[in-house]
């Protein structure tokens, strides 16, 4: 599988619960638009925050629009039961992805890897085309920390879920191939990924 674009880098995958919660970022916002994701194990509604993550959102909102992610599937799942994450996406398929965007860390957005949150796949940033992934719990290690040494800036958040939670931790639970995936990401893929069948905005 080609990992450019679509992994996570190691150094974010220490998912370990925080110590303290924080409140969520995902509420109601004027400019939210919201998107429905339909997927073989069940609908999924998103607040696209386009207000607060206006590069990252317009991004995802063109998958959407042009009908780019219809069809691609959730395919890794790292954690277990409430705790962990899914990704998804055009897996840097050349006839789906568009050119990469400029990266919007949480530290200039106020927003957070916080339950239910959305945020873009990357290798360096400036790398995320059509990659996602789905937190499940608090993970602050996804943040942007402009204290630390090396890639400090995280990942970008610019969405969340505000129906299907069920859904992504079914995809969370499902079975995992031993065998499938390179470096950190062996035994991280699906055994049979989770088609997502279309992703529109929501009337």
């Known amino acids: 599988m080609i990992r450019q674009l679509v992994l996570i880098l190691s150094a974010f995958l220490s998912i370990v619960p925080a110590s303290a919660q924080t409140s969520s970022s995902s509420a109601p916002d004027p400019a939210d638009v919201r998107v429905l994701m339909q997927t073989e194990q069940g609908p999924i ?3 696209v925050h386009s207000g607060k993550a206006p590069v990252t959102a317009a991004n995802f909102l063109k998958y959407v629009d042009q009908k780019r992610l219809d069809g691609t599937a959730f395919y890794r799942g790292v954690g277990a039961a409430d705790y962990g994450f899914v990704q998804g996406g055009a897996q840097n398929d050349p006839k789906r992805i568009l050119p990469p965007i400029a990266h919007e860390p949480t ?5 957070v890897h916080d339950d239910g949150a959305l ?3 990357r290798y360096a940033p400036g790398s995320a085309t059509g990659d996602f992934f789905v937190v499940l719990g608090r993970m602050p ?3 942007a920390n402009p204290d630390a040494t ?3 800036q995280g990942f970008a958040v610019f969405a969340h879920v505000v129906e299907g939670l069920d859904v992504i931790k079914a995809i969370l639970a499902a079975p995992k191939s031993p065998t499938k995936g390179e470096g950190v990401m062996k035994g991280q893929m699906l055994e049979t990924p989770i088609r997502i069948i279309s992703v529109r905005r929501a009337p």
């Not at 530290?107 to 927003?111: E, K, M, N």
């Open 45 to 47: 509604v998103l607040a």
């Open 141 to 143: 290690s996804m943040d």
């Open 119 to 121: 945020s873009m796949a």
């Open 150 to 152: 090396g890639d400090n």
């Open 107 to 111: 530290s200039q957005t106020g927003l």
